[in-house]
C-alpha cells in the first residue's frame, strides 16, 4: 500500500434549511488526514426543488459538490469511499473504484439512475481485532469489478482504523465552519 490515499466524500446539510455543503476528506492508510476541503454551503431555490424533485439531492452532491471537490485536490485518492447510496453515482465521472460503505444492520437502499433493477457487489468485512462493528461495502452496479479489486486493500485498511469514523470528522469540521463562517451555513 505504501503511499496510498484514500478519499471520503459526502454530502452534510447544513444548520440552514435546505443547504448543502459537499465533504471530501483524503488520508492516508492509517485514516491520517492529508487533504481535507468542501464547499460553500449551496442553497438550491425554489424553483429549482420544483424543477429537480428528488434529484435535487444527488445533483448537488455529484455535479456541484462531488466532482468540482475531486477535480480540485492535490493528493489523488486510489479508492472514493462514499456514505450515501446515490454519491456512488460519483463513479460514472471518475476513474478511481467507488465503494459505498455502512455499518453491518443499517439497510442500503440503492437508487441511481438507470439501474435501479441492478445492484452492485456487496459484501461483508469484518475487523481482525473485533475493535470495530462489521461494515458491508458495495460497488456501483455498473463497476462491479471495483470491490474485486480493492477488496484486499480496504480489509487492510480497516484493520488499521473504522471506515466509517472519518465521515464523523467530516460532519464535525463542517458544523465548526457553519458556526464560524456563515459561507457555510
Do not use: W
Not at 459526502?10 to 465533504?23: R, V
Not at 424553483?47 to 493528493?75: H, M, R, V
Not at 481485532?129 to 458491508?136: A, E, H, L, R
Amino acid at each position: 500500500m505504501g503511499n496510498n490515499k484514500f478519499g471520503f466524500l459526502s454530502l452534510y446539510e447544513t444548520e440552514t434549511p435546505d443547504s448543502y455543503i459537499g465533504s471530501l476528506l483524503i488520508t492516508d492508510e492509517f485514516g491520517i488526514p492529508v487533504e481535507f476541503k468542501c464547499t460553500h454551503a449551496v442553497k438550491p431555490t425554489a424553483i429549482q426543488k420544483a424543477l429537480y424533485g428528488d434529484k435535487l439531492q444527488p445533483y448537488i452532491a455529484i455535479e456541484l459538490c462531488g466532482t468540482p471537490l475531486l477535480k480540485s485536490i492535490s493528493n489523488q485518492p486510489e479508492i472514493v469511499i462514499v456514505n450515501i447510496p446515490y454519491l456512488l453515482s460519483i463513479r460514472n465521472t471518475i476513474e478511481k473504484p467507488t465503494i459505498l460503505i455502512k455499518r453491518t444492520g443499517d439497510t442500503i437502499n440503492l437508487e441511481l439512475d438507470n439501474t435501479k433493477d441492478k445492484e452492485g457487489s456487496k459484501e461483508r468485512i469484518e475487523n481482525e481485532s473485533g475493535s470495530f462493528q462489521p461494515i458491508v461495502i458495495q460497488s456501483h452496479p455498473d463497476f462491479s469489478d471495483d470491490l474485486n479489486n480493492i477488496r484486499e486493500e480496504l480489509n487492510s485498511l480497516f484493520n488499521k482504523f473504522d471506515l466509517l469514523e472519518p465521515f464523523e470528522r467530516m460532519k464535525k469540521s463542517v458544523e465548526i465552519l457553519g458556526k464560524s463562517d456563515s459561507k457555510f451555513k
